[in-house]
């Protein structure tokens, strides 16, 4: 997966950065180790692609392909 742009606010500074995601669904947290996502300094949105969240995790088909 190759992001170079925001999908949120359109910024251009996206960085690759290899560490925990943790969201919350329905209330619980869920945490994904070792994953390698693209953040956005300026809004803060993070991006990964559905290959690094494990099936059965609730937000697996939130995640882009
Ligand atoms: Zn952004």
Do not use: F, Q
């Not at 994953?35 to 559905?50: A, F, N, Q, T, W």
């Amino acid at each position: 997966m190759d992001v170079r742009t925001c999908p949120t606010c359109g910024s251009t500074k996206i960085k690759t950065i290899r560490g925990t995601i943790t969201r919350e669904y329905d209330g619980e947290k869920y945490s994904v180790s070792n994953v390698e996502y693209h953040e956005c300094p300026d809004c803060g949105e993070k991006i990964y692609g559905r290959e690094a969240v494990p099936e059965g995790c609730p937000w697996h088909l939130e995640a882009i392909s």
